[in-house]
């Protein structure tokens, strides 16, 4: 009888329910919105790199290793001799070893040195393998593969000729050894996308006439004499690891860690990047206490709506309790009439998260790498949900108190 009134009561205004339950409905979407990307980033950061078991590079600390072989992002304290990477590669628990060598860019982009086996072993979200979008893979001395965001950005093609720069901030080009794009990677949501790959070799190539960082004047080796030189690399920046078993991982970082020919840091990558979104996690914290307040002020204003209706309800009111009803009727139907305007925000909030995921994620995909999943609501959405309707419980308290305490002869004077 109760839930027949409520939902009566609910059509009768339908404008201004509506309203209330539309903007629950959006404030619902954005919270379960945020959470959603939130928890998808975390999981396409964490995923960033998949498949390697250890990162091994210069004594340093575990998240700057991190940060310029894997992100990008600062510069080597030092670098992995030679030696030393053959001497890891060779040991009977390592899979496979890929070299990587940064220090140089192409208009605001690093360059990175590696092998062919960069492309075979790297993995990102999991399992997942770089692929082209056209062309091929490196096999020439001077050819390059680039990035979908350097592709982009510089609208290469490939056979585009590219002229890598000494450093990160530096004027002077190796213009004597100019480059070929070779091929072109598909968008990855990793920084990959903003990488110019190149041959381990190339990096030696490159510098074959420079000294101290600085090129020998007048000293200009012709690129057929520089194909013929022994280009084994004198030292890298860093070296992805794959073990042979799991059960190996921990005593090969031992053995790393402990190298007696020089300081070496051998780093698990997803306990690293645990480490790196402890610091960086202070934004979603932010995030998720804005979107909590505008469900917050979605409750409030639907609080205001039953408080700015009572004036008007008042004869509704005192005739329910002229026909018998009690104060806790009166109380029971204001406050079910409450629930049910957050309830139905709060499916239509979850209708539309959904609704928006199916036609932004092949575009956020696409444009920014990071791939949000469609799945049943996980139980902490839930909980959000019945948080709202709990939530619009209690702000329609104080009004359905006030109400049912209005005298039945201040209800039968109100004049309209």
């Known amino acids: 009888m109760i839930l027949r009134l409520a939902l009566a009561s609910l059509f009768a205004r ?51 290793l991190l940060l310029y072989s894997v992100f990008r992002i600062g510069n080597a304290t030092n670098n992995l001799t030679w030696q030393s990477y053959q001497d890891i590669a060779a040991r009977a628990d390592v899979a496979w070893a890929v070299p990587i060598s940064l220090g140089d860019s192409h208009r605001q982009f690093r360059v990175m040195g590696t092998t062919v086996a960069f492309f075979e072993h ?36 490939v056979g585009d000729p590219i002229i890598i720069a000494h450093g990160l901030a530096s004027f002077t080009e190796h213009k004597d050894q100019p480059f070929r794009v070779s091929g072109i990677l598909e968008k990855t ?7 110019v790959i190149v041959n ?23 690129l057929d004499v520089v194909r013929r030189m022994d280009l084994t690399p004198k030292a890298v920046t860093a070296a992805l690891i794959g073990v042979k078993t799991p059960l190996k991982t921990f005593a090969l970082q031992r053995a790393i860690n402990q190298y007696p020919e020089e300081p070496l840091l ?102 920014f790498g990071l791939w949000l999943t469609i799945d049943s609501p996980s139980i902490r959405e839930l909980w959000v949900l019945f948080g709202v309707v709990l939530a619009g419980l209690i702000v329609s308290l104080i009004p359905a108190v006030r109400a049912y305490r209005l005298s039945l002869a201040d209800g039968m004077m109100v004049t309209r």
């Open 200 to 222: 381990m070799e190339a990096i030696e190539a490159i510098h074959v006439d420079w000294k101290s960082g600085a090129k020998t004047p007048g000293q200009s080796t012709p």
């Open 266 to 367: 051998a780093i698990l990558p997803g306990v690293a990047l645990q480490e790196l979104w402890a610091i960086v996690g202070v934004a979603e914290t932010a995030l998720i206490a804005v979107s909590a307040m505008v469900v917050i002020t979605a409750l409030i204003g639907m609080m205001a709506t039953i408080f700015s209706s009572l004036n008007e309800r008042r004869r509704e009111m005192a005739i329910f309790r002229a026909m018998g009803a009690g104060p806790a009727t009166i109380l029971g139907l204001l406050v079910l009439e409450a629930m049910l305007t957050a309830a139905f925000g709060a499916g239509l909030g979850l209708g539309m998260l959904y609704i928006s995921l199916v036609i932004a994620q092949p575009v956020i995909d696409s444009t």
């Open 189 to 195: 949501g990793t920084p990959v996308d903003r990488t």
């Open 122 to 157: 790297y993995k990102y979200r999991k399992s997942r393998a770089l692929a082209l979008t056209d062309g091929v893979i490196i096999s020439d001395l001077f050819d390059t593969v680039v990035g979908s965001d350097v592709a982009k950005t510089l609208k290469y093609s």
């Open 14 to 64: 339908a404008l201004t329910v509506g309203m209330t339950i539309l903007a629950i409905a959006l404030s619902v979407a954005l919270f379960l919105g945020v959470e959603k990307i939130r928890t998808s980033a975390k999981a396409s950061f964490t995923n960033t790199i998949s498949g390697t078991d250890l990162i091994v590079g210069a004594r340093s600390g575990s998240v700057q």
